[in-house]
Structure formats: C-alpha cells, structure tokens
C-alpha cells in the first residue's frame, strides 16, 4: 500500500494552493485520512484529520483557512489551503489508517511529502 501526494509548490502570501493525496494497493478500507507538516527546525504537526464518515479535526494554525476533504471511492485525501502565510511553509505528508485485510489490525501509513513554500 503506498500514498501518493502531490501540488506542492510556491506561492506568494494570501494565496491559495491545493494538495492530493491518492492511496494505491490492495487493501479493503481506509478509516482515517489526514495531512501533517513540518517546518524547518520543528516537529511535525497536524494539519486535518478526516474520518471515513466526513467528521474534521483541523490544527488551530489553519481553521478558517484550510478545508480537508476526501473520495472514498477514489481513495484520496485533498487539503485546500487559502490565504496562506509565510508561517505555512513546510514539508506537508498525508497519511491514512488502513485496513489491509480483515480480521487484522490497521497500519498507518504515510505519503512522500511534499514541499510548500509560502514567500513572496
């Protein structure tokens, strides 16, 4: 099982990006889905949580800006970011809880990363 992000990139202050994040594999459910970051010199840190259902979590740095949505029948996560702040830049990973088979226990697993620079 592997996820794929992707549409990271640069973009100046105040504007808006979006990232996709497709899962591939076999496998017979994804329950959460979600994206983190991480900024030079810090931990990484959450962004938005999904759940299969629809339920969000989103970090306190990104309400109000940021909306985390998904395609259970694509097996994709995406992140719209808006109005972005220099402050946002940072490696962006998505990750999601799968169930590989049934009867067995959930792995998390976590995409490549990919950069987002906000800079004018």
């Known amino acids: 099982v592997q996820l794929q992000a992707s549409g990271g990139g640069l973009v100046q202050p105040g504007g808006s990006l979006r990232l996709s994040c497709a899962a591939s594999?076999?496998?017979?459910?994804?329950?959460?889905m979600g994206w983190y970051r991480q900024a030079p010199g810090k931990q990484r840190e959450l962004v938005a949580i999904?759940?299969?259902?629809?339920?969000?979590i989103y970090g306190d740095s990104v309400k109000g800006r940021f909306t985390v949505s998904r395609d259970n029948a694509e097996n994709t996560v995406s992140l719209q970011m808006n109005s972005l702040k220099p402050d946002d830049t940072g490696v962006y990973y998505c990750?999601?809880?799968?169930?590989?088979?049934?009867?067995?226990?959930?792995?998390?697993?976590w995409g490549q990363g990919t950069l987002v620079t906000v800079s004018s």
């Open positions: 594999g076999r496998f017979v459910r994804i329950n959460d």
């Open positions: 990750n999601a809880e799968i169930r590989v088979t049934w009867g067995r226990a959930t792995v998390l697993k």
């Open positions: 999904i759940a299969r259902g629809g339920i969000t």
